[in-house]
């Protein structure tokens, strides 16, 4: 092990085994990024950031500071916090967080919100520095809204808040994080395996700690009653006669396929129709 992998505080011996390894850097940079000794920093996001009642795994602890590290999201401001599930994790990016990284981008240039009061429909348009056309995605309210209090008192607010979150994915990939509605539907579905994002799987985890490659993740399991399937979306995305019909291809897929299954046709729509210059 090379000396300059780790760079922690003495305390770095009360960091859990799992964690005294090369991959303590990370535990000891975002540490360090917020000014927390680092087991203080651990025990205080496993009674914080996580919404569950059980005990919180150090790889599933590890998962999230990996999420975290990745977006460069603040878990002590809630803007990512996580739901367990079965030894990985759900994690969960706040309106706030998904702002925060919308405007970082380094391409984004601009976002304009158009509502359609007769469809009670949110149009959300991002634009990149990059592209010559914007990139729009359209929610409606009838697909998205939910029997709790915030989308009762404030329906458009948070309709516009859902319409940024998957324009953002169709505009600059993002995947891997989901908004807590999302996250809810998700465990409660059960299927950790389809959902859970590679990097918060228990599995590859420790097997990134231990030095070894990472198991591939397990395919996706389809949803019940799929009317299409990812190779289908796919398909159509890739022989779409513009980059707008193919976002709409993306667009329908998203309330069908699984989120890891979503994700990966993100990224057809946006090597085909947004290829890096």
Not at 185 to 195: C, F, Q, T, Y
Request: glycine share 4%; with cysteine; charged share 20%.
């Amino acid at each position: 092990m090379n000396s300059d992998v780790i760079d922690a505080p003495t305390t770095t011996t009360n960091v859990p085994a799992v964690l005294r390894s090369q991959k303590v850097s990370l535990l000891a940079k975002i540490a360090d990024r917020y000014g927390v000794e680092p087991t203080k920093m651990m025990d205080t996001l496993k009674a914080t950031a996580f919404k569950s009642s059980t005990p919180v795994t150090n790889e599933q602890m590890m998962a999230l500071l990996i999420v975290a590290d990745q977006y460069h999201l603040n878990p002590f401001t809630k803007e990512l916090f996580a739901f367990p599930d079965k030894g990985g994790i759900v994690p969960v990016v706040s309106v706030d967080g998904w702002a925060r990284i919308i405007n970082e981008h380094p391409m984004f240039d601009g976002v304009e919100f158009l509502f359609d009061a007769n469809e009670q429909a949110m149009t959300c348009v991002l634009h990149r520095k990059d592209r010559s056309h914007a990139i729009s995605v359209t929610e409606y309210m009838a697909e998205c809204k939910r029997d709790t209090a915030p989308w009762r008192s404030h329906p458009r607010r948070m309709l516009r808040h859902k319409a940024l979150i998957q324009c953002a994915r169709v505009a600059f990939g993002f995947a891997g994080i989901y908004d807590e509605d999302e996250a809810q539907r998700i465990v409660n579905m059960g299927h950790a395996e389809v959902v859970e994002p590679a990097s918060a799987s228990a599995a590859r985890v420790r097997a990134v700690l231990a030095g070894q490659e990472p198991p591939a993740a397990e395919p996706a399991a389809p949803p019940a009653q799929q009317p299409k399937t990812y190779a289908q979306f796919a398909d159509e995305a890739l022989n779409a006669a513009s980059a707008d019909a193919a976002a709409l291809v993306i667009d329908q897929a998203r309330s069908t396929l699984p989120p890891d299954q979503y994700a990966e046709l993100v990224d057809v729509y946006t090597n085909k129709w947004q290829p890096q210059e």
